[in-house]
């Protein structure tokens, strides 16, 4: 494909269009290939909608969209249910007013300098990570029922996601292993955004200098120095992570705050 014209953007920030055109690929493209849902692969999506329409940072269309979906899969009667009923209601067809999602693919922060990096797989990493944060810092999601303060609902909501539905099939078999080994044993919702930052540097470690590498996005152990000089000491010659400091980098890194609208419809 053609590479689209750079865009500027700077690397302190989570941006919208990022989140909003990873929202579209995988309601209108990865969920595409499967023609019914039914069984477990409903239950996912509708646990995973659930999180994403209580938890996702976005403007009040997107929202709204994510709020009818989440109330329309879990009100169907039906254990079956096929695709294009969801891409209508996505493509709001029955036009309900006020609720949107672009069908534009944008991509800023995770911009690849070829088309076949980054995009998609980084925006869902930005998707995972900004949902954890808020469900530790939105206060009135503790209140909501399902909300109980489980560091356990979100992750495994993403956990089933990727097994079920992530289009890349090794990437899937890949976290379901992380996840078995030690997901169960997260016990509060501090350790959750640790959790999945952690699994995230490990699956960095072995992507580095593989063939998907972007060689302008080098895979390194994140927050960089640069990024974050607290995050990181030196003992007796060792790297080792200040883990508060970690913790306080992401939740303000992937908090509401940090993102950037430009580039969004
Ligand atoms: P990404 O790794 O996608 O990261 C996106 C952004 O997140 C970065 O730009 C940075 O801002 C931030 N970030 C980086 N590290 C962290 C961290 N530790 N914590 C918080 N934020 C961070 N590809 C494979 O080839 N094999 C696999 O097995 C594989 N498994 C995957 C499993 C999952 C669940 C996902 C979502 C993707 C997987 N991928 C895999 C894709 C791969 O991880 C990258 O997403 C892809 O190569 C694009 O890399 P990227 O440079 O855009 O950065």
Known sequence: GLTKP???????????????????????????????????????????????????????????????????????????IP?????????NKMRISGMFLTNRIEWVGCQGSQPQYRGYPCSLWTLFHTLMVHAVTRPEMQILPGFDNSPQMVLQA???????FFGCRECAQHFE???????????TLDDAILWLWRKHNDVNSR??????????FPKVAWPTPDHCPRCHEEIQGLHTW??????????SYYSVDNISFRYSE
């Open 207 to 216: 992507l580095a200098g593989a063939p998907s590498e972007d060689p302008m």
């Open 242 to 251: 200040k883990e508060e400091e970690v913790l306080a980098f992401l939740k």
């Open 158 to 164: 993403i956990r089933r996601y990727i097994q079920h």
């Open 83 to 91: 695709y294009d009923a969801i891409l209508d209601l996505v493509n």
């Open 177 to 187: 292993e992380m996840a078995k080994e030690s997901m169960d044993k997260v016990a």
């Open 6 to 80: 750079w865009k500027d953007f700077d690397r302190s920030k989570v941006y919208m269009a990022d989140l909003e055109s990873g929202l579209h690929y995988l309601l209108r493209v990865e969920l595409a290939s499967h023609k019914i849902l039914e069984g477990s692969e409903l239950t996912t999506l509708k646990d995973f909608v659930t999180v994403l329409a209580k938890l996702f940072p976005g403007q009040q269309p997107v929202v709204k969209l994510l709020e009818t979906l989440q109330e329309w899969l879990v009100s169907l009667p039906l254990d079956k």
